[in-house]
Each structure stands twice: as C-alpha cells, then as structure tokens.
C-alpha cells in the first residue's frame, strides 16, 4: 500500500439473504461479492468489467455504504478503508450516521440518468442540495457554484431553472457528473455512465469526463461492460466474475498479456481495430454463468474454464500478487 | 433578463394548466370551492337572527351577540326576539327602529315553536323548499348540512392522507421488521366488520362530528396506507434516492423532500373520489340514525325523514339532488384531475 492509497478494499463480501415460506425464513443467500481485495490510488482510474450481475454495481454502492436502504438486513463483511487526508475511515464499519460527515469525499454517477435524477428538482437544486448538506454558501454562493459547475460540463448557466425532463440523456448525464463534483470529492465511482446514452454521444460524454478527472484531480472507478473503453481510460483493470476478482493489474498489462482464463475469454471477445492481434483466436465461453445464489466449489469459474482441473473445485483460488501489481486468481496460470 | 430564459414549468404546473382547460371538473372546482367558501359564513346569509339593528338609537349585533329576549327590543313574546316579526313591525311603524335581517331569514334549527311556523309548508316565497315534519325550513337544513357533509369528507380524507402517509409511507421505505408488523396488523383490521363496529361504538356513546371522524378514520387508514406503503417501495429503490443518500441526506429528508413529490400523483387523482366516499358514509350513517346528533341538519337524517313522508315531495327531492349534484360535482373534478395527470390511460378508458 502506497502512501498515494486512496481506498483500500480488503476481504468485501456483500451477502443478501433470500427469506422465505411462512415465517420468512432464510432459505439461502446471494454472494453478490465475495471477499474482494483491491486499490485505488489518488488521482487513478480504475475500470472494472464483467458479465452482467457478477456484482459490480453492489461493490460500487458497497463502496458508499447505501447498500441498506434498499436491502435492510444485508451482510457486509471486510473493510473498505479510506485515506482522506490523516483520517482512515472504513465505511464497511461504521453506521450511516457516522459516515454523514465523510460522504462529500466519494460520490456516484449513475447508470440510469432518467432515474438519478429527480424529477420534481430543478437542475438547481439538484446541483446545490449536496452543497446545502456541506458546505457553508450562501444561496447566492451557491447559485454561482452552480453555474460554474454547469458551464464546467458544457451546459449553460442559464438551464440551471430548467426540470430534468427538459433534457436529454445525454444533459441529463452531465447534470448528474456536475451533481458528483459539486462538493469536490476524492472519488467518483461511475456506474456505467455512459451505457444507457446514444453510441454518438458516449465519446462526449467519457472524454468529458477524463477531463474534469484532470482538472478535479479525482479518482474514478470506472464500471463497464466495453473493455476497449476502459482500455482506453484506465490506470488500472479489474475484472470481476460471479462476485469474484479474478484479475486485477495494470490496464495495458490485464488488457495486452490477460493471465486468467476468464480475462483471456472475455477480451478475445472483444473487437479489436488493432491490426496487430487481428490473428487472436477468439475463445468461446461453454454453458451459462452460474447464479451467485449456487455457486460452485473452488473457484467459482471452473464449470466453463477451458484449463479447469480436478484441484479447481476443492479450493477457492488464492488472489495472488503473480507479477507485480498484477494479481490473479487462478494457480494454475502462475 | 437573458433571451433565453423561458418559464420552466414543473410538471404539477404542467398539470393544473392542463387540468384549467378541462371545463367540466374546472367549473365544478370553482363552483364547489365558492360554495364552500360561502358555507363557512352561513350564519350571516341564513338566519333567523338579525344582522344588526338599531332600537331606541342603541345598535345591537344579534348574529354575533346572540340570544337577546323579545323584552330587550319591546317584543311581547316569550323566550327569545322573533326579528323577523320586529322587522315587519317596524317596518311599519317607521319610528326610527331599523332591522337588517340575513339574505335568507330562518334557522335550521327554528321548528313548529317559532312563531309562524308551520309543519309540511310546501315550497314557496318565504320557504324555498318548504319546511320538514318539524316545521324547520328544508332550505336552511340543506345549505347547513352542505357545510357539516364537506367539512367531514375533507377532514377524514386529510386525516387518512397523514396517517397514510406517515404509517404507509415508512413501511415503504424502511421496510423490514416494521413493515412485516404493520402488515400483520393490518390483515387483522381489514378481517373485522367495521359497519358493525361503527353501530355498535355510536350505539354506545353519543356520536359527535370528531368522534364520528375518528371511528371512521379507524377503519379507513388501510386504504391510503396501501397506497403509500407501495409507492414509497417503488420509488425508494430509484436511483435519485440513492444519490439522495450518497450525499448525506437524512431519512426524513428522503422520505419528505424527494419521495413525496413523487408519489402525489395517486394521492391526487384520488383526492376527490376520497372525499365522494367521505359525504357518502356520513349520508349512510345518518341515514341508520347512527350518525350526527339531531338536530343537526344532516342530508341522511333529512333523507330518512323524507322517505317516512313520501307524499312531502321537497322533503326527498332537496336533500337527493343536493347530494346528487354535490357528488357529481366532485366525481367530475376527480375525472379531470385524473386526465390531467394522466392523459394516455384516460383515453384508453374512454
Ligand atoms: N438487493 C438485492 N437483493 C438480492 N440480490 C441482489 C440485490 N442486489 C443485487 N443482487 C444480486 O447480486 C448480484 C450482483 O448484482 P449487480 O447489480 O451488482 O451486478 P452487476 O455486475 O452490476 O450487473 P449489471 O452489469 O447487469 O449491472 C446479482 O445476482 C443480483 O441479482
Ligand atoms: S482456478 Fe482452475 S477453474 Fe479457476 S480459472 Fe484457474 S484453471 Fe480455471
Ligand atoms: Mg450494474
């Protein structure tokens, strides 16, 4: 851990229990994610990929602690520590009430930017309601904050009296990054921010971003499904399956030299204008994703790993430093 | 100001604006609002007792003051002044006593022992809608019982709206061991016959307008917190709510700021017909006689009275269509405010 460490997630596991019958009882549980480890540095990208439900919004959300609203009687496990100045704060363990203060430090974008957004509020005073909760400004402070914010994004001052459904996605999504950077925070964890918008604009939308990153000097952990994009963005890749990390490293490294079985399936799935690796031979994933409710022995990937081993389904696989700063989690790829 | 700052409307704006040019619910609005309004002054518009008079050069305010005898102003009657026998006789006199009596001069209350009175008058100048078995004037009885039957609709829908809201509202949101409890209690209470329960409890203790709007509120909070238990449950898992969160906002901020805005649109359209199931449970109850104490004027107990004296034909016929228009009033606003809010299902229905 560098002194640069920003947020260190050790162990996370978020399990929801599924209750049933009669008298509601637990009948199994869903390991959404199950004890993860991974960094993120200051100013740093992190992009993380997976097939769908492999559990990247819940430790994005794990990771601002807003998981309990919807599922009040879900389990945490693990710590997810931040380094805001001196100060070490593991939201994993402290109560909502005590995270209050802290929460201006690390915001989200959200994937959806019809539903991020209230309907009812005026661009307005959704920019400004962060900055009512922490900071001192004046309303005529924040009215200037506001417009600052809003040119910052492209959007003209102006809009700023305008409801969201006077926008389009794409606005929508800008008003939602300005909302984000309203109070100045440490991390960003954007949630596919740019799947739910027209292909013309997702480039917009993504290079803006990479700019207010620079001129923020904020750390994002970026979410998506397209890997040439978070290639192309990234400090750092993680790839996620069935609540697991299976590979974490650097973005060239993971992306170029993939060292799981599962990364080397999903980037040969992956277009490739690059003429160089136009003779990648693509690997075709056998069977369906096992449901995170059941999942396997071992390491959770063995029922479609193409190199499986009988050793596979007795342990789960150490996630291991294999190079440096690249971690694996298969032993047999060492 | 800049060019292009247009006039942002929200989007209940959107809908008042469109709900304005639905003349039918509009005018009923309007109509039932004036109505209303005008209700709370009835004293001074429909009255036996004086605006103000003048007597010996003394000026006296007998709607305001109240009782003053017959003796005060030189009346030979017993008991209290009959005004409008002093109006007329003064009148007459022109002695430098004058009497400015209420647009319409008789009390709900005054029966066959007022001076003048008579059992079943039919309709005519002086009794517009003719007086009751009693010798009270219908008409009087009618505008006052508008007043009593409005008021008890809106206060029992308003009270449910809060206790739904509030009951409701928090199952929604917290969810949990709260919600599963207040779900059992709430299977229990709906199981129990509460027409029975009202006739029994106003059977036991004398009923009065609060009592009456407290039993009924008792058995019908269930409704709207249904209602608001499923919208706050939709709209808690958006993800404005979540961004609410992550920056800190409190619970109550949640539930109240962002969440209840976005639930109006069921507690709106429902409003008026809310308020329809109000007037009429007062009817029903008053009807049976379980309802508000005589003599209050009442439209079930007038009702009741004019279904025993079928022949009185104005004894039925007034207190039917004031109902009958009141509540076709309503249902209209309600049919508007429901089109304003949601243009495409409306038109599908029709
Ligand atoms: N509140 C919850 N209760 C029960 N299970 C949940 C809950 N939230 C998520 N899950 C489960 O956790 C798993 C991971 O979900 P998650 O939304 O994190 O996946 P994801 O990687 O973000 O998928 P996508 O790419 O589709 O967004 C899924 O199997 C999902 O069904
Ligand atoms: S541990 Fe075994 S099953 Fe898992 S990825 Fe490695 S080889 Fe495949
Ligand atoms: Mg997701």
Known sequence: MSKNTLVDIKNLSVHFPVHGGVFSKRVATVKAVDGINFSIDRKQIVGMVGESGCGKTTVGRAMINILRHVAPDVEIGGSIEYHFGDEVVDFAALSSREIRKYRSRVQMIFQDPYASLNPRMTVAQIISEPLQLHTNMTKQEQTERVGWLLDKVGLQPEQARRYPHEFSGGQRQRVGIARALATNPDLIICDEPVSALDVSIQAQVINLMMDLQDEFDVSYLFIAHDLSVVEHISDKIAVMYLGDMAEYGNAQEVYHQPRHPYSKALLSAVPLPDPSRKNRKRIVLQGDVPTPLNKPSGCAFRTRCPIAQPACAESKPEFKEQAKDHFVACPIVE | ?350
């Not at chain 2, 004398?206 to 939709?234: C, D, H, K, Q």
């Open chain 2, 1 to 350: 100001m800049p060019e292009n700052q247009e006039i942002s409307l929200s989007i209940l704006k959107k809908r008042w604006l469109k709900f304005k040019t639905l003349k039918r619910g509009y005018y009923s609005f309007i109509l039932l609002i004036i109505l209303y309004t005008l209700s709370w002054f009835l004293p001074l518009l429909i009255n036996n007792r004086a605006l103000v008079l003048s007597y010996e050069g003394e000026m006296y305010f007998p709607v305001l003051s109240g009782y003053h005898t017959g003796a005060e102003f030189g009346q030979d009657v017993p008991g209290e002044a009959v005004y409008r026998q002093l109006q007329a006789t003064w009148t007459e006199a022109d002695n430098g006593n004058w009497i400015i009596m209420p647009v319409y001069p008789y009390s709900p209350y005054e029966d066959i022992t007022a001076v003048g009175n008579k059992m079943y008058d039919p309709p005519s100048n002086t009794h517009w809608l003719g007086t009751d078995n009693t010798g009270r004037d219908v008409f009087a009885r009618l505008c006052y019982a508008f007043n009593i039957s409005i008021s008890f609709a809106l206060v029992l829908t308003i009270l449910n709206y809060i206790i739904g809201v509030i009951i409701g509202g928090s199952m929604g949101y917290f969810g949990g061991k709260f919600d599963l409890f207040f779900q059992r209690i709430i299977e229990i209470w709906s199981s129990l016959p509460m027409l029975f329960v009202i006739i029994i409890i106003s059977s036991i203790i004398r009923p009065s307008f609060f009592l009456l709007i407290f039993i009924y509120t008792i058995v019908n909070w269930i409704g709207m917190t249904y209602l608001m238990r499923a919208e706050f449950y939709r709209e808690k898992s958006k993800d404005y709510v979540a961004a609410a969160l992550s920056m800190g906002q409190t619970n109550f901020k949640v539930m109240f700021k962002h969440i209840l805005p976005n639930s109006l649109v069921p507690v709106i359209t429902y409003f008026p017909f809310a308020v329809v199931g109000g007037i009429s449970a007062l009817v029903g109850l008053d009807y049976l006689g379980f309802g508000m104490p005589p003599p209050t004027p009442s439209w079930g107990q007038m009702l009741d009275v004019g279904l025993q004296n079928i022949s009185k034909w104005w004894m039925v016929f007034a207190p039917v269509s004031a109902q009958f228009v009141t509540l076709i009033m309503v249902v209209f606003i309600g049919e508007a405010v429901r089109e304003a809010f949601d243009p495409k299902v409306y038109s599908r229905l029709r």
